[in-house]
């Protein structure tokens, strides 16, 4: 459960990170030739040893390639499992040299049985399962993370100041740059993820399907902001907000990335 054990490896963004307050956006060649070094030792108490590459679509190129070399001959008592959420971002020839199984996400309501079962009280429980969305390993991290579900609630607070005024939105946007600015990418990264949650859900209360909104005790809220706007502007919102998050990945400069966002955003209706 907790990824100890001596033949057991896992690397992704967040441990190649370490301490540090922003993760680092790549997985580095460093980290890599660290992983082959450790893969070259036998297995010490099983029969196997096991390496698994969570993140493994943000490989830089050089980590992919150094990759490579291991999976075209890895030693004769190792397993290495690559974990990704797009198939497509990851190199044909490391692809071509791995099986490739899909999983869907888990059904929210086993989620939050699972959950409960843990100890975690209802509300609480419901909550995170609606927020992962069917990723059962991040909602035991969250549940075990009250800091970290106590991050995501402030920036869903934030998220909804932005969202129901546009001087707010602006100002806030001005922020999120500086913020970006002094190397905080991923504190960025995670405000425009929640504002995209925000909408989605605006959006699926709009057409009534409100069993599926994310945000379920901000319902109240949500559905005074929702009734601003035609569904036709919340999708506008939301492709908006979409936009930025691939501009920040493309190096579109920060501060007119996010000044594009909220000037794209539609305007409240307050008389609705």
């Known amino acids: 459960e907790r990824a100890m054990h001596p033949d057991l490896t896992v ?3 967040e441990t190649v990170g370490g301490e540090r307050e922003a993760r680092p956006t790549r997985i580095s060649i460093d980290a890599i030739r660290e992983l082959r070094a450790t893969l070259a030792l036998r297995p010490l108490e099983s029969d196997w040893r096991v390496v698994v590459i969570d993140d493994a679509d943000w490989l ?8 490579l070399k291991t999976l ?5 008592f190792a397993v290495l499992i690559l974990i990704v959420e797009d198939i497509a971002s990851v190199a044909e020839t490391i692809r071509s040299r791995c099986q490739q199984i899909r999983l869907g996400p888990v059904p929210v309501a086993t989620v939050r049985a699972a959950l409960e079962s843990r100890g975690v009280g209802a509300p609480q429980a419901a909550l995170i399962a609606s927020l992962t969305r069917g990723r059962i390993g991040e909602a035991f991290r969250l549940a075990a993370d009250p800091e970290a579900l106590a991050r995501h609630q402030e920036l869903a607070e934030i998220g909804l100041q932005m969202l129901a005024d546009p001087l707010v939105a602006l100002g806030r946007a001005r922020q999120l740059a500086e913020t970006y600015r002094r190397g905080r990418r991923a504190q960025v990264e995670a405000q425009l993820a929640v ?15 409100d069993d599926r909104v994310i945000h379920a005790g901000l319902r109240e809220r949500l559905e005074r902001l929702a009734r601003r706007w035609s569904p036709a502007e919340i999708l506008q919102g939301l492709r908006a907000t979409c936009q930025a998050m691939v501009d920040l990945e493309t190096n579109v400069q920060v501060r007119l990335a996010l000044d594009a966002l909220v000037t794209q955003w539609p305007t ?5």
């Open 195 to 209: 504002l995209a949650m925000l909408w989605r859900d605006l959006l699926l209360l709009r057409y009534g399907l």
């Open 72 to 76: 075209e001959e890895p030693p004769p």
């Open 11 to 13: 690397l992704s963004l």
């Open 268 to 272: 409240p209706d307050r008389t609705r």
């Open 60 to 67: 830089s190129r050089d980590a992919a390639d150094a990759l």
